[in-house]
C-alpha cells in the first residue's frame, strides 16, 4: 500500500509498503504535469520555462487514488502523475537493457534474419541484444553495393567521415589504410583518433571467396572488467595512461588522445580504444613506460585469446554491427589471388540504435 502526505516544507511524502519513503520537491512534482496546458500534447516538449515558476509555490490538494496522483498547485494548475513513473525516475530504472559481458562460449551467435526484422518485436529483440552485447551478425541481407547504408539508414543517419559515407574494403594499391590490403587486421576499434570516435560500426559483406579473411570480433568491456578483477596494476595503468593515436594521407592529419580503457568519474567503464597500427603512447620515464608495456602486452594478448575472442566467416549476405567504443573487431589475412573479397562499412551514432529501442518499447509499453 502507498501513501501520501505533506511535510512542513510543503515537500510530498509518499510512502511505499513501509519499505521506502521520498520527499518529493513541489516544483519537481509541478515539472512533470504533463496535461496539455503545460505540456505540447504533439511534441511531448515544455510550453512555460521552470524557472519563471513562483519560488514560492504551494501543493494546495494532493490525493492519491491507485496509481494516479492527482496535485493541485497554488499557481492553479493541476494534473495527475502516474505513481509508477514517478518511482521509475527516482529510482532511475531504465528501460535500456545493461550490457552484458561476454567470453567466447556462445552456444548461439546473436544472428538475426534480416527478413524477420520487418516485424518490430524482432527489430526490438535485435536492438536490445545489441545494447546487451555491443554487436549483432545479420544474415540473409540483399549482397549488393550500398546495402550497407540502407541498413544503416534504416535505423538513422550515417556519419560521413573524410572515407566518405561508406568506405569499400577491398585490396587496392597504395592505401590510405591497412584496412585496404589483404593483410590481416589484429582486434581493433576503429578510428581512435577522430573527435568523436564514430559509435557504431557496420560492416557488410558483398563477397568473401579468398582464402583467409575471417572476422573476428573480443569485447573490450568483459575484458575491462577481467583486468580490473585480476590484475589491478595493468587496469591502473590503462586508465590511467594517455596515448595518442593518429591518422594521415595527403588531404589530412587526424589526431586525438584517449587511455586504452576509459572509465567515468565513478570508476564505471566507458570505453576501450586499442589500435596496434596507429597508437603512440605519451612520454614517460622509462620505469613507467616499462609498466605500460607490459600492461599493452598483457591486454593485447586476452584480446588474441581463444577465451575472449569469437571467430566466424562473414559469408557474402551478411553484415555484422558492433559497438565500436566497446567491442574490438579483426580479420585474418587473406589471398587475394584465390578470390574476390569486398566488405563496404560505415558508421552511425548510438542515438540511432538507442532512440529506436527506446521508442519500439515505449510504443509496446503503451499498447
Ligand atoms: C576495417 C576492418 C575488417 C575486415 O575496415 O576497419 O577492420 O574484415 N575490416 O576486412
Ligand atoms: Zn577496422
Redesign the pocket.
Known sequence: MSSVSLDNNNCLLIQIDNVSKFSLHTQWLRERLSESDYIDSNNKQRLYEPSLLNENLKIIKYSLDGNSLHISFSDGANGTLLLQNLLSEINKTDIIPLKTPWKNNFTNLPIYDHEKLSNQKNLMQMLENFQQLGFVIISNISKEEGTVINFAESLGPVRTTNFGKH?D?VSKPNPN?L??TSLG?TA?T??PYRKPIPGI?I?H?IANEAEG???CLVDGFAIAEHLRETDKEAFEILTQTDVLFKFTDKDILLENYGKLIELDDFGNYMQSRFSGRLDFVTYLEPKKLEKFYSARRKIFNLYASKEFEINFR?ESGMLMMFDNLRIL???TEYDPNTGF?H?Q?CYIDHDSTEGKLRLLKSIEANK
Do not use: I, K, P, T
Request: aromatic share 10%; hydrophobic share 30%; proline share 0%.
Open positions: 568506405f574494403v589504410d584496412a585496404y587486421l581493433h576503429d578510428n560500426q560492416l559483406c579473411g575471417d572476422s562473414l573487431h579483426g580479420r573479397r566488405l562499412g
